[in-house]
T-cell receptor, first 112, second 113 residues
């Protein structure tokens, strides 16, 4: 049972434009969400997180939006750069549990 | 600060053989995780340690997989015997506590023939 879903396996964006990566979850107990970025042959690296008490968190070019009623979060990258080309995973957890559940990932390609 | 170390980086074995992976977490990190990532899927938690105790191993196929973290520092994950469907990248991660950002190692890519 996939509790965290990323329905777009891939996304291509022109350099300088906005990249929007989406993630949906089914478990209403999830209250902490993270985005990880993964380059080939490397482990995932933490990018940005958001707690359910917020609906937006911003860090430089990266902004995560959380819509709890829709059980949906999105990652916005503005402006997109070729170095942002990677696979992006969203993950979710609840403070009553220990584990993080990962989505299947979205492969972002930023075209120069 | 040194990151999470894993070895080997790649391993090719035949089905029914045994294999072991090693992980050394970031110094001072109490929590250690082993994930299995099958091609095209997200990482799936196999086992989570808090110091040298198991917190969650509900998704570990215990008939063939085992893991230990005897001194609360480094850890080994073993598969015995391996099956074709075990082909995946095995990721180790560590964090300061249970609810903190996880830092991942580079992973071990296992191919079972």
């Amino acid at each position: 049972d996939q509790q965290v879903k990323q329905n777009s396996p891939s996304l291509s964006v022109q350099e300088g434009r906005i990249s929007i990566l989406n993630c949906d979850y089914t478990n209403s107990m999830f209250d902490y969400f993270l985005w990880y970025k993964k380059y080939p042959a490397e482990g995932p690296t933490f990018l940005i997180s958001i707690s359910s008490i917020k609906d937006k968190n911003e860090d430089g070019r990266f902004t995560v939006f959380l819509n709890k009623s829709a059980k949906h979060l999105s990652l916005h990258i503005v402006p997109s750069q070729p170095g942002d080309s990677a696979v992006y995973f969203c993950a979710a957890s609840s403070n009553t549990g220990n584990q993080f559940y990962f989505g299947t990932g979205t492969s972002l390609t930023v075209i120069p | 600060e040194a990151g999470v170390a894993q070895s080997p980086r790649y391993k090719i074995i035949e089905k029914r053989q045994s294999v072991a992976f090693w992980c050394n977490p970031i110094s001072g990190h109490a929590t250690l995780y082993w994930y299995q990532q099958i091609l095209g899927q997200g990482p799936k938690l196999l086992i989570q340690f808090q110091n040298n105790g198991v917190v969650d191993d509900s998704q570990l196929p215990k008939d063939r997989f085992s893991a230990e973290r005897l001194k609360g520092v480094d850890s080994t994950l073993k598969i015995q015997p391996a099956k074709l469907e075990d082909s995946a990248v095995y990721l180790c991660a560590s964090s300061e506590g249970n609810y903190n950002e996880q830092f991942f190692g580079p992973g071990t890519r296992l191919t079972v023939l």
